[in-house]
């Protein structure tokens, strides 16, 4: 069973221990927000003290909470966290205001400092402090409950706390990623589901392998996940619930069914099911188990994927030839073509802001990841290199998560890159993984 407390459940009070927001005055005197560019800029100045151990023996979560934090922001491209060899003053106690001349001198923006204090019911107590160094303002302040071993979600919440304050704009770091783990040779390779936290760590596996797993994506309004598994027979889709562990599937179908994904709501899954030499898109209400076509061409439809509001949804279709992304209603109907690059275009997913379509382009020996607005301007490509597939987007769509196979023995890794293009970077795995899904938020 893989049971999380709530954020409800782990989020207390902000009045008590003096942790209190700031207030309207402080956030006015703040200092400007870290514009998110499109080009090259430069990464906020931030510097992130080890968590003061309120009891003995919490010295090391105290630390784990702050490194997690560190990489958060540093892998977000958006922060340059000052190396803590550099720190001048040493923090024992972060409830009192800072020497805010001495992180000056390092030229840190911002400060985060706090605490874990073990509590008498053995649950673990965070606080935290975010600092304006240059106006002596507190911006941010907020404590936390939680059993010990989620010390790690803390440090993710807090992370999201401290980019949403200093951006202005959600947070993803407090989410988790499905994804396709692949061992073994090439010619006896095991893919099994399995689901981390954003940032790789707190790896589980939800199959055990002696099924080949498939397309696995998250609902945006639930902890499940809808999967195609192919067994002795006929391809299944599934649905898995990520907290208690069970599933059950969503239908057997005649011949092939390709990429099911869940509408905004969570109620019905879109997918396309073959039909002789062509597909088409259906989509299935969840609950009467009704099923309602979508397209009706003797071309291959494919990939759906829904806006956030549910009203349209844009897919990959060869209608024109070659493989190109469309947009149509949600309820069916004519479809407008939206790519018109060179080459051909795939698996399209539609970011979470509703700004951008991501893809995969293919063409001159190359596999790209782009994106483009929702009516086909402003194509960008991301990254360009051998077989990169499978774009998913983070919560707050700044993000895209893919993954990029090298051929030959080697095995496929994934990777996330910044919507401008910038801050290229490999996930951790424990081994080959392939096919990402990007989670909510987790509630």
Not at 136 to 164: C, K, M, N, V
Not at 173 to 183: A, G, I, K, L, N
Not at 202 to 214: A, E, I, P, Q
Not at 380 to 390: A, K, V
């Amino acid at each position: 069973m893989l049971f999380r407390p709530s954020r409800r459940q782990i989020i207390t009070g902000m009045a008590s221990a003096g942790l209190l927001m700031a207030g309207p005055r402080a956030f006015a005197q703040a200092p400007k927000r870290v514009v998110i560019p499109e080009g090259e800029f430069t990464p906020l100045p931030i510097a992130i003290t080890n968590f003061v151990a309120g009891t003995p023996g919490d010295a090391e979560v105290g630390v784990g909470v702050s490194q997690v934090i560190t990489n958060n922001l540093k892998r977000s491209g958006l922060f340059a966290p000052i190396d803590q060899a550099a720190f001048i003053e040493r923090i024992s106690n972060p409830d009192s205001p800072p020497q805010f001349q001495s992180w000056k001198q390092l030229g840190a923006q911002a400060l985060v400092l706090g605490r874990m204090t073990r509590q008498g019911d053995g649950r673990l107590k965070a606080e935290f402090r975010l600092w304006d160094v240059n106006q002596q303002q507190q911006l941010a302040g907020q404590q936390y409950f939680t059993s010990p071993e989620y010390w790690r979600r803390i440090a993710h919440i807090i992370s999201d706390q401290i980019y949403e304050r200093l951006t202005g704009e959600k947070g993803y770091f407090d989410s988790r990623v499905v994804f396709v783990d692949e061992t073994g040779s090439k010619e006896r390779r095991v893919k099994r589901l399995a689901l981390m936290d954003q940032d790789g760590a707190n790896v589980r596996y939800l199959t055990k392998g002696s099924d080949l797993v498939l397309t696995p994506r998250f609902s945006p309004s639930t902890q499940e996940i809808t999967y195609m598994e192919f067994g002795q027979g006929d391809p299944r889709v599934y649905l898995f619930n990520v907290e208690t562990g069970q599933r059950e599937i969503v239908g057997n179908f005649p011949g092939m069914s390709f990429s099911p994904r869940f509408s905004p709501d969570g109620q019905r899954i879109i997918m396309s099911l073959q039909q002789g030499g062509n597909s088409n898109l259906f989509v299935m209400d969840l609950r009467s188990k009704s099923m309602t076509r979508l397209t009706d061409t003797p071309a291959i439809d494919t990939s759906p994927s829904y806006s956030p509001d549910g009203s349209r949804i844009c897919f990959e279709s060869d209608r024109g030839g070659k493989p190109q992304i469309y947009v149509m209603s949600a309820n069916g109907g004519g479809a407008q073509r939206i790519s018109f690059g060179e080459g051909s275009y795939s698996t399209p997913v539609w970011s979470p802001r509703g700004d951008y379509i991501a893809f995969t382009k293919q063409g001159g020996g190359a596999f790209a990841i782009g994106i483009m607005k929702t009516d086909g301007s402003g194509e960008r490509i991301l990254t360009s290199g051998f077989h990169n597939e499978g774009p998913t987007f983070s919560p707050n769509g700044r993000v895209v998560m893919f993954f990029r196979d090298p051929g030959g023995n080697a095995g496929p890794s994934l990777y996330t890159v910044d919507i401008s293009g910038r801050n290229e970077l490999r996930v951790p795995t424990p081994g080959f993984a392939s096919d990402p899904a990007w989670s909510p938020l987790l509630s």
